[in-house]
């Protein structure tokens, strides 16, 4: 068993992308070893597929390498880790877009099995911090090193990184999802893409929610049809690979040239990690308790912010306090790309207790997802006069309130009903504003009831 791993091909102006790559790597293995197969074995067998699986590894969206959606691709095949190199190499060579001087190719090759014991827990572990911190060129030299991967490079050989953990992705992640790929003509590459919105609109209410993030209903966009000038046509995302294959089938569109199933972590919220407001750091991504502690506050450009504020230090139950002012804040935004999500961040109240996920940057959390746990039902106001129904009038310093003209009074402040737009549970940025690694609400497995975007 050999397992290739590759990444940082593209270029965000020339085009080009991972997966393409990948799935080339893999058509010239399953090509060669065939015909390999076919020279040495009785003519009437028919060939065996050398290629177990393409993997399709979202690391950290943090890391500031990336040139779009830090993917890095695994490919698990029956065959000569001699012969896999040197394909994968050649066409790594031909393919990566090196003229961009910030695409540096990687290519990695473990002359082993995939199974759990195979891989060992070393390259599991690097894996596991590709995705969720940052890593160094060095790191991945001496654990190849450590382990005699065969490996090679262009430009700085950063891509080595990512094409390690591709490897040790296996091992290290535990939930897995597909996307099935479709590719353009080469000759189309760069040009506006053919596909009938409506017949994806149509494939993807047929799939949903086995495929998910296909499209954004309330906005209109076909998600899974890219704007870059790569090769991709579309790509449909899924828990169901048959039915995500199906719904490729179902799109109208210009000729497809090939296509390709990968298994992804995408969709599996596998960067998040559990964190607290103290302790977070730039450049990763959490699941974070805490409790509204400013109204939130629309600014220029249309993004929301508000603060969310760590509990009081005298319960971890309570919200903070007036004593708690030293308390720790984190700055939660919701940007505009987010688009009909900063409406629900907008109706949140100060003191309703969230737990909130995104990646921290530049000590401002960039919201994915929230859950309400509780919400402010009360408020108290300034009492309204029973004869009158007019607002009273402080009757001075602690001495509560009065109506002047029907001589009424109150003690202190009413306590009245609020209405919320807002119910206990999940809630999350629409599929338009999805990132890649992000766990939709609809696959289900959260922990209060969840109100999905489609
Ligand atoms: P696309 O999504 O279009 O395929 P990309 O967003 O995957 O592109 P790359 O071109 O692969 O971006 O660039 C990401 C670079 O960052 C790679 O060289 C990869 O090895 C490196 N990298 C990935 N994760 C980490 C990490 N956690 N720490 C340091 N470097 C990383």
Redesign the pocket.
């Known amino acids: 068993m050999t397992i290739v791993g590759i990444?940082?091909t593209?270029s965000r102006e020339r085009g080009m992308?991972?997966t393409y790559v990948a799935a080339r790597i893999a058509e010239r293995l399953r090509r060669t070893c065939c015909r390999d197969e076919q020279t040495s074995a009785d003519a009437h067998d028919a060939p065996t597929d050398p290629i177990d699986r393409l993997l399709l590894v979202r690391?950290?969206p943090a890391?500031e390498?990336?040139?779009?959606?830090?993917?890095?691709l695994a490919i698990h095949a029956d065959c000569d880790p001699d012969l896999a190199f040197s394909v994968a190499r050649e066409t790594l060579a031909s393919l990566a877009e090196t003229v961009d001087e910030r695409?540096?190719p990687?290519l990695v090759v473990a002359d082993h099995d995939v199974h759990q014991t195979a891989i060992s827990g070393d390259v599991a572990e690097f894996a596991e911090?590709?995705v969720r911190?940052?890593?160094e060129i060095e790191d991945a030299t001496a654990c190849c090193e450590r382990h005699g991967y065969r490996s090679w490079h262009a430009g700085n050989g950063?891509?080595?990184?990512?094409a390690l953990?591709a490897i040790g992705a296996w091992r290290a992640l535990e939930e897995w999802t597909y996307e099935f790929i479709s590719y353009r003509e080469p000759d189309s590459w760069g040009t506006p893409r053919q596909v009938d919105r409506e017949s994806v609109f149509a494939a993807a209410e047929w799939g949903y929610p086995d495929v998910w993030d296909t499209v954004d209903r309330g906005e209109g966009e076909t998600v899974c049809v890219p704007h870059t000038p790569g090769p991709i046509l579309h790509g449909i995302r899924g828990d169901d690979a048959t039915v995500a294959r199906a719904v490729a089938d179902r799109i109208e569109s210009e000729p497809v040239a090939s296509s390709q199933l990968f298994v992804t972590n995408q969709g599996t919220d596998v960067h998040l990690r559990e964190g607290a407001i103290e302790t977070v750091r730039d450049g990763r991504a959490y699941r974070l308790e805490g409790w509204v502690e400013s109204e939130p506050e629309t600014r220029r450009g249309g993004h929301v912010f508000f603060e969310l504020a760590a509990a009081s230090v005298d319960d971890d139950d309570d919200p903070p306090t007036d004593d708690d002012a030293e308390q720790p804040r984190l700055e939660c935004a919701a940007f505009e790309p987010t688009k009909r999500f900063r409406d629900r961040v907008r109706a949140l109240r100060v003191g309703d207790r969230l737990t909130a996920c995104g990646e921290v940057s530049a000590g401002t959390l960039k919201l994915e997802k929230f859950a309400v746990r509780d919400l402010v039902r009360t408020e108290r106001v300034t009492p309204i006069c029973p004869d009158c129904d007019r607002t009273m009038e402080s009757a001075g310093r602690d001495q509560g309130y009065r109506c002047r003209d029907c001589e009424t009074s109150a003690p202190e402040k009413a306590t009245v009903p609020v209405d919320r737009d807002l119910e206990v549970g999940w809630y999350e940025v629409p599929p338009c504003a999805r990132r890649h690694v992000a766990k939709p609400l609809v696959r289900g497995g959260f922990d209060a009831p969840v109100h999905p975007e489609r």
């Open positions: 990444d940082d593209d992308c991972t690391l950290n890391v390498y990336k040139t779009r959606g830090n993917a890095a695409t540096n990687g911090r590709a911190d940052h890593l950063r891509g080595r990184i990512g953990a």
